[in-house]
């Protein structure tokens, strides 16, 4: 059995293995990360890395696990540190990093994460807490004041649950102490995450005291952000070859590929790191650059999921293989979102668009079309449905978004099917899966009527677009070729893209 990773073992790695560029033992904390996982392991805590390796600043991470003990456990016994193989088709690096000084599990222990959020030292919180986090009712960007989790937090302060929950109580301390305010990072895939954030967080403020949402509104910066880089979900394999690699046991390596960007609003109220020096992009409005990753990279992740879970491939890199469906995805790209962005003077477009589909061709980081998959009813709204609007708005039927819409109620229904069940991990689609069952049994199913019902009851539509019957009947008519012939024919056929 080999040694574990951490600071004992350290000397033992392969000198080809990248060390901290710094003495983690010699550097504070200033940054409270909300939401730790795979992704802010192999993007903001890397940038940090790289960060503190160029400066002097105290800018380590405590992390905090809103849920489970799972990454505490793992990474605890090896002093938090990890190793991360970044890998694409022409290079790979292996490199162990430093930035997280410990994390702290949230049920266990909810006065532990507030004094970190309240402590005079933490002058940042980073979060990570994907869509359905942020406690909004399905399709809106108001915060769900029916979610129980919420009416706790708003009643009983001292104990939270949900991120909202601490961001309050942390303000109320920070509030009585006189502490300056923090600086808010909101790292989810969300258009506008930080003013959502912060409308959420006013929302339930509001409803405890107005003198603390007062404090919120003029304390709190809230910097919305754009973040890109594939993390697949970590398999055994992946953890033995790392480990096999550095010589050293790691419970918490991981994979990514080489591509990263992160691009931060300039909305700081409080001291914060260099962010330019490891490479981040600060600007002062990062909205055209939220869409355009949204609405491509994200959109055509989305796209691929369901349509190669629909053709039967396991990974992505497999789906955007299909030339069919390549094609389509690119046509999705440069026919119907593209024309709903705004020009970025410092991006290509169309050369945005071409690394997109090479990234997805990346066979050295293998992502699961199940996962990207998950939660597609928190995701789709502001990644297809959106730019969908806003294309029938200009007159435009817009075929590719209709299409993944239609490919998205084949996938459920699939999943509902008589010998072909398979697991939604999906709260937000969990109450369309007794209407397709039922449906299903009819021998019009998927009729237009079915159709207009499914989209009703998810929540996602507007009255305009439901009220749309040129998109309805495209929808309806797209889901019910999938549905009976299979999504190859419907491709292949060249029908739509």
Not at 213 to 225: K, P, Q, V
Not at 343 to 364: E, G, K, M, P
Request: proline share 5%; aromatic share 6%; with cysteine.
């Amino acid at each position: 059995m080999n040694d574990s990773l951490s600071y004992a073992t350290l000397d033992k790695l392969p000198a080809s293995v990248k060390r901290p560029g710094y003495d983690p033992h010699s550097r504070a904390v200033g940054i409270v990360h909300m939401g730790i996982g795979n992704f802010h392991r192999a993007h903001q805590a890397v940038f940090i890395d790289d960060l503190l390796g160029k400066t002097d600043g105290d800018w380590r991470i405590i992390a905090v696990s809103l849920r489970s003990p799972a990454m505490r456990d793992k990474m605890r016994e090896q002093d938090y540190l990890y190793t991360l193989k970044e890998k694409d088709a022409g290079q790979e690096q292996l490199r162990v990093i430093g930035a997280i000084d410990s994390v702290l599990v949230a049920p266990e222990n909810p006065s532990a994460v507030i004094d970190a959020l309240a402590s005079p030292n933490t002058y940042v919180v980073t979060i990570t807490v994907t869509e359905k986090g942020y406690c909004l009712i399905p399709g809106s960007r108001e915060l769900d004041l029916d979610n129980p989790d919420i009416q706790s937090d708003i009643t009983r302060a001292a104990a939270p649950k949900t991120l909202i929950g601490f961001l309050l109580e942390a303000s109320r301390v920070r509030r009585a102490k006189d502490l300056p305010g923090l600086n808010i990072l909101s790292c989810d895939n969300l258009p506008d995450n930080a003013q959502l954030l912060k409308h959420g967080l006013l929302t339930a403020a509001r409803l405890q005291d107005s003198e603390l949402a007062s404090w919120i509104e003029t304390h709190l910066g809230f910097c919305s952000t754009m973040v890109d880089r594939i993390v697949p979900a970590t398999t055994a394999q992946h953890v033995d070859s790392i480990s096999q690699a550095t010589g050293l046991s790691d419970a918490g390596a991981l994979l990514s590929e080489t591509f990263r960007q992160w691009v931060i609003e300039d909305n700081f109220v409080t001291r914060s790191p260099n962010w330019r020096l490891a490479g981040a992009l600060v600007v002062d409005d990062v909205a055209p650059y939220e869409a355009m990753k949204l609405r491509l990279l994200n959109g055509s992740h989305s796209a691929l999921a369901y349509m190669g879970h629909l053709l039967g491939f396991e990974f992505i890199h497999q789906a955007v293989a299909e030339p069919a469906l390549k094609q389509f995805v690119s046509n999705l790209m440069r026919q119907d979102m593209v024309p709903t962005l705004a020009n970025l003077q410092d991006v290509d477009l169309a050369q945005y668009c071409d690394s997109i589909l090479a990234r997805f061709a990346n066979t050295a980081v293998p992502y699961r079309c199940q996962q990207v998959a998950n939660d597609g009813s928190q995701k789709l709204p502001q990644r297809i449905i959106q730019p969908l609007s806003q294309a029938r708005a200009a007159g435009k039927l817009a075929i590719g978004p209709a299409t993944v819409i239609a490919a998205w109620l084949a996938y459920l229904a699939r999943s509902c099917k008589q010998g072909e069940e398979f697991s939604i991990n999906d709260s937000g689609a969990e109450k369309l899966l007794p209407m397709l069952t039922r449906q299903q049994l009819t021998a019009q199913f998927p009729s237009l009527e079915h159709t207009q019902a499914l989209l009703t009851h998810s929540g996602l539509f507007s009255k305009t677009l439901l009220d749309d019957t040129a998109l309805m009947t495209l929808i309806q008519t797209t889901f019910s070729r999938i549905y009976r012939e299979g999504l190859a024919t419907v491709l292949n056929e060249k029908v739509i893209g």
